[in-house]
Nanobody
Framework: QVQLVESGGGLVQPGGSLRLSCAAS????????MGWYRQAPGKERELVAA???????NYAASVKGRLTISRDNAKNTVYLQMNSLKPEDTAVYYC????????????WGQGTQVTVSS
């Protein structure tokens, strides 16, 4: 089992920045992929960015060049640095982790709200 706890969401103006953090606990040595998904009202949950244990990264096309994922294995933490935020980035952001291959794991955090608005 893996437990995930997110932090760092909030309200920011368009063009602003936020950094999300997700700390993992439990069976951390078995984790392969960690990533971030988001879900806006009335929409399906979608991949934002994910990074596997080999360091390979997968970004959604809509966030490339603005959002950066990183992983600190010593701290069992994954980060999402979000720059040049747009109103369409408004969503609940969920941390995700998986023990197997692929970009979507079985474990989810509780979610953190990100609102981009003036």
């Amino acid at each position: 089992q893996v437990q995930l706890v997110e932090s760092g969401g909030g309200l920011v103006q368009p063009g602003g920045s936020l950094r999300l953090s997700c700390a993992a606990s439990g069976s951390i040595f078995s984790i392969n992929v960690m990533g971030w998904y988001r879900q806006a009202p009335g929409k399906e949950r979608e991949l934002v960015a994910a990074i596997n244990s080999g360091g390979t990264i997968n970004y959604a096309a809509s966030v490339k060049g603005r959002l950066t994922i990183s992983r600190d294995n010593a701290k069992n933490t994954v980060y999402l640095q979000m720059n040049s935020l747009k109103p369409e980035d408004t969503a609940v952001y969920y941390c995700n982790a998986g023990l197997r291959g692929g970009w979507r794991g079985d474990y989810w955090g509780q979610g953190t709200q990100v609102t981009v608005s003036s």
